[in-house]
Structures are given as C-alpha cells and as structure tokens.
T-cell receptor, first 114, second 112 residues
Framework: QQQVKQSPQSLIVQKGGISIINCAYENTAFDYFPWYQQFPGKGPALLIAIRPDVSEKKEGRFTISFNKSAKQFSLHIMDSQPGDSATYFCAAITGSSNTGKLIFGQGTTLQVKP | DAGVTQSPTHLIKTRGQQVTLRCSPKSGHDTVSWYQQALGQGPQFIFQYYEEEERQRGNFPDRFSGHQFPNYSSELNVNALLLGDSALYLC???????????FGPGTRLLVL
C-alpha cells in the first residue's frame, strides 16, 4: 500500500515531442505528489508538484495531470529538449510536504534525441 | 548559498566493515533525511532527524543508525556492511515554511 508504481522504465522522444510518464498509487492517505528530475552524478531536484484537490498543474513546459478517483497521476513534458534527458521520479507523501517520508516510484530514464 | 553537501563523494568498503557518511544541510534548514538509492531504483527513505532526535524511520535494519549535531549536520552509520548495501546514499534537508526537501549529490558506496 506504500508503493508508487511508475511507467515506462525508459522513454525515447524526438526533440520537440511530448514526453509522458505515468504513476499510480494505492494509499489514499497520500496528499502531495512531487516529480523529481535527476541528472547523472546529482541528487534529485524538485520539478513540479501537485495536491489532490487540483486536477492539473502547469509550470512552463511541464504539466502534472492528476486523477484522484483512478489514483493515477502523470507528467507531460511539452516541446521536449535534449537538455531534458534525465531520470524522472514521481513520488508521494503523507502529511507535511517538507518533513514527510517521500515514497518514490522506480524512475523513468528519458532520452530526447536531437 | 551552498546547497546540501555530502562527504565523501565515493567510498569503497569490504563486507563486515563499518562506514560513516556525512551531510551538511542547506543554510537555515533544521531537518535532515537520509535515503538509499540502489542502481536503477528510486530512493528509499531510511530515517529523518530533527532537533537531534530520530523522528521517523523507514524499513531498514538497526545496522543503519544516525546522528544529528547541534549545527543540524548529520551522519549516517552503517555497521556490518553487506554487498546489498552498495548504493547511492542521499541526504535531504528542509526547514519550516519550505515546500519540499532539497537533496545533496549523494555518496556512492561500493561494498566488495
């Protein structure tokens, strides 16, 4: 019940295309859903996050879509660029967004081809 | 303003040995969490320290222990190392009114 399942494991997209990564969860107590971006040799960095009272959140080229009834959420990267090539993790947390225990998905390695 | 720093960057140990990893939180942060990231996997929560006390703990054995100092820096200790402890160990810090946890670059531990 504590798991967050992420797919696909890897993704190859052409420059300018749309990258879509999906996550599903079981624990209905989760109330904050962040996405992290991780480059090789670096720690994860917060990209965008959403709470379940909102169905969509957009920040620049990055959009989170959230389906509370299906317990699913997804990250869309519009106009994907080679610089977006990284590993992306969805996560979920219960309670405080800063002091709670982050539960991460397995990660998606994105490669954007020029 | 320095972000979260961790030392060392890389470490090689043999089975049965003990290891200590160090973390300095971002300036103004008082809460430190440790995560283990196995190759090709997402980070897994080990424990969290606040006011020099362990506040939360994940599903890790007692071989994993920690400490937080009065300056909010933290150590992660792992005893009786196993091959399966080979991973990237991430430290994350946060504080009051912060939206999220900020991760350091990690310490890559290899157990032979």
């Amino acid at each position: 019940q504590q798991q967050v399942k992420q797919s696909p494991q890897s993704l190859i997209v052409q420059k300018g295309g749309i990258s879509i990564i999906n996550c599903a969860y079981e624990n209905t107590a989760f109330d904050y859903f962040p996405w992290y971006q991780q480059f090789p040799g670096k720690g994860p960095a917060l990209l965008i996050a959403i709470r379940p009272d909102v169905s969509e959140k957009k920040e620049g080229r990055f959009t989170i879509s959230f389906n509370k009834s299906a317990k699913q959420f997804s990250l869309h990267i519009m106009d994907s660029q080679p610089g977006d090539s990284a590993t992306y993790f969805c996560a979920a947390i219960t309670g405080s967004s800063n002091t709670g225990k982050l539960i991460f998905g397995q990660g998606t390695t994105l490669q954007v081809k020029p | 303003d320095a972000g979260v720093t961790q030392s060392p960057t890389h470490l090689i140990k043999t089975r049965g040995q003990q290891v200590t990893l160090r973390c300095s939180p971002k300036s103004g942060h008082d809460t430190v969490s440790w995560y283990q990231q196995a190759l090709g996997q997402g980070p897994q929560f080990i424990f969290q320290y606040y006011e020099e006390e362990e506040r939360q703990r994940g599903n890790f054995p007692d071989r994993f222990s920690g400490h937080q100092f009065p300056n909010y820096s933290s150590e992660l200790n792992v005893n009786a190392l196993l091959l399966g402890d080979s991973a990237l160990y991430l430290c994350a810090s946060t504080g009051t009114n912060q939206e999220t946890q900020y991760f350091g670059p990690g310490t890559r531990l290899l157990v032979l």
